[in-house]
């Protein structure tokens, strides 16, 4: 179905919710665009790996924000993400990037700089996009349509992911995720955070259809004007 007026639909939430799946497949669905910020923050974190940036250093990190260039193709049936030109799609998933992404993504210049990035994507998306991340609805792009914050028991986004992971260990999995959510939601810079005006959808019991099935009634209510 292609859409009729440009749509801007921000999801939100923890690892281990189906963010990424769900959000994947109501773009797809409705023609949209599709945009992974958690890439960007992985893709600019394997940069500073890379290159020899010392994570523990804030400074180090802000000072080195501005060189990589991040392309991101939104293409929901095949996202891309590149950083100077090299295809990076699989190493930003291994489990260094994983444990160190939060304290890059921390960095008020690296958010700075990658939330710029973003507006100016969602900007450019003729349909309309999905934009799936942390802060989407609070600070990226707060006039977006429709705002959902997706949310799950810390027992159930573990065996997704660990599941993901292809049987990697459901209780380290579980820890590693939990503690990335502590950084994530505790960091001073656009914590992950539910937006005031967002529709929360508890994903514990739902299948990955019914999810998405929820959500794209949402968009189509919204642009039926309910
Ligand atoms: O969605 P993900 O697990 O791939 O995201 C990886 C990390 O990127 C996440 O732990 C925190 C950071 N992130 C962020 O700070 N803001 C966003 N909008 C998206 C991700």
Sequence with gaps: MESATPV????????GTGKSSTSKAVAAQLGLSYLDTGAQYRAITWWMVNNGIDIDDP???AAAAGKPEIVSGTDPQAPTISV???DVAGPIRTQ???????AVSAVPEVRARITELQRSIA???????VVEGRDIGTTVLPDADLKIFLT?????RAARRSGELK????????EALIKRDAADSSRKTSPLAKADDAVEVDTTELTLAQVIECV????EEKRAGK
């Design 59 to 61: 400074a180090a990190i």
């Design 123 to 129: 900007a450019s998306a003729a349909n309309g996009v």
């Design 167 to 174: 049987g990697a260990d459901v209780h380290s999995t579980r």
């Design 8 to 15: 801007i639909v921000a999801i939100d939430g923890p690892a």
């Design 84 to 86: 100077d030109g090299v």
């Design 152 to 156: 799950a028991s810390p027992e159930a």
């Design 96 to 102: 260094e990037v994983s444990a160190k992404v939060s």
């Design 216 to 219: 794209v009634t949402l968009v």
